[in-house]
């Protein structure tokens, strides 16, 4: 890794840290999650960064992959257990990191059993550390403390305008001799659940990814696929960015064409079963200079 990229992401780490620290503060009860979604955005974007994906905002069961729609409605209520995964980059060079907010102080030993394993991973790694290894002190940290890590989601490797490159970073025991190597990037993000420690994927889709160039009849199509390629470079992106410029019939149309051939793939709303609680932790490192960094600390 070149000094500038590695500059790229401790820049990139900051800016998410602040952002980070910021939506804290702003996260309240009875406020909208979409107000949220956007004002983090706003941030992001006021700091001349990009976004490495949309701000997803996942509440009680829902583990991941959801951010606000276009007109949501849905407000943070006082027992919500709320996910905040947050993506920045810069020139490419991403920092991914997420924390829980317990809005009701009752469920503060999930929130600690993910923060715990985070601190236990971070702790332990090393260059040459072995990634199954990783996964097995995620797990002991959260079985520990009375949950269930969530054996199909993974923290990933990094790598320039790509948010999810492998390896995957287990959050149980793995039998994977892969290392953490030098001059590579990493997110690692344990999950704990109440429930069995499994999410399936919902029906419904905000996030959307591009995959390959189609030629294309229908002219807003064509245009959401060359912005998807040039604008989000090839990175997640939100329905609801789409909305405000086609509006809401046009892109839905757009988009199922875009699916259909094969130009976008969507990454589906990822849950545990009703009334089951997750919480998530989660930070970046580059192993740089024989050492590892934590951009997002
Ligand atoms: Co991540």
Do not use: C
């Amino acid at each position: 890794m070149e000094k500038e990229e590695f500059e790229n992401y401790i820049k990139a780490g900051k800016i998410l840290k602040t952002v980070q620290d910021n939506a804290r503060k702003k996260a309240k009860i009875g406020m909208k999650l979409l107000d949220l979604a956007e004002s983090i955005e706003k941030e992001i974007f006021d700091a001349k960064a990009g976004m490495a994906f949309p701000v997803n905002l996942s509440a009680n069961n829902l583990a991941a992959h959801y951010t606000p729609s276009f007109n949501d409605e849905t407000l943070i209520e006082e027992k919500d257990i709320l996910k905040i995964d947050i993506g920045v980059h810069v020139e490419g060079f991403i920092a991914d990191a997420s924390f829980t907010v317990d809005f009701s102080e009752e469920n503060s030993k999930l929130v600690e059993a993910t923060e715990q394993a985070l601190e236990n991973a971070l702790s332990m790694i090393k260059i040459g550390t072995q990634i199954g290894k990783i996964g097995e002190e995620i797990e002991k940290t959260i079985t520990s403390f009375g949950f269930k890590p969530i054996e199909n989601l993974s923290g990933h490797g990094l790598m320039k305008f790509i948010a999810h490159a492998s390896p995957s970073i287990p959050n149980i025991s793995k039998n994977d001799s892969r290392t953490i190597e030098e001059g590579k990037a990493y997110a690692i993000e344990p999950f704990a659940s109440t429930g069995k420690g499994r999410v399936k994927e919902a029906t419904k889709t905000e996030i959307f990814e591009f995959a390959k160039q189609i030629p294309l009849r229908n002219l807003d199509a064509r245009k959401i696929q060359a912005k998807a390629i040039e604008e989000f470079n090839g990175l997640p992106f939100a329905e609801r960015w789409l909305m405000k410029e086609f509006g809401e019939t046009k892109t839905k149309i757009a988009l199922r064409e875009l699916l259909l051939k094969g130009s976008i793939s969507g990454h589906p709303i990822l849950k545990e079963d009703k009334d089951i609680l997750v919480s998530q932790a989660e930070h970046t490192i580059i192993a740089f200079n024989e050492e590892i960094h934590i951009t997002t600390k």
